[in-house]
């Protein structure tokens, strides 16, 4: 496959459809440059961001931009799939059982830049955090555009159903 250098080429690609080597191989082709990231990565303080980049009926693009030592909910994707690959810095994905006393990761993994992975809800909860003293940047695939995820409140232990918002949108 062709690399993808910049967002028209991945809109155009992701229009297409998996291909034949499915949305991995969709991954691996992408080698934004740090100029073009610069241009739709967005960090705050208060909480990593969640950006759009295409949206359709199969598959939805999000990257999310990390500072240092922040971390996300612990969730699951209410039935979605999805496929991520680090663009720029470290992060560490947990994953958790949440039938258990402690909460713990059942096991962790870090993924630097370049790196890919997969997720479903057959792997548990899980939750990205930043990893380092750098910035982070992960490319999200979601198939069957994620709406809505299962949000693990460790205050009351419960789980609770939200909406998957984004903090911003490129998807025009």
Known sequence: METIKDLAQLKYNLSLGPGYGGYSELLKAIDFSPEELSEYCQFSDQHYQRVRLFDSNLIEA???CWL???EGDI???NNSVGWFKVLQGKVVLENFDLNVDTLEPKYSQN???GEMGFLDDELGFHRFRSNGSEKAVILHFYTEKLKHR???????GEVNILEAIVDNSFDN
């Open 111 to 113: 993924y630097k830049t």
């Open 68 to 70: 240092p030592e922040q």
């Open 75 to 77: 969730h699951n994707f």
């Open 150 to 156: 299962g949000v693990y409140d460790p205050v009351n």
């Open 62 to 64: 999000v990257l999310s």
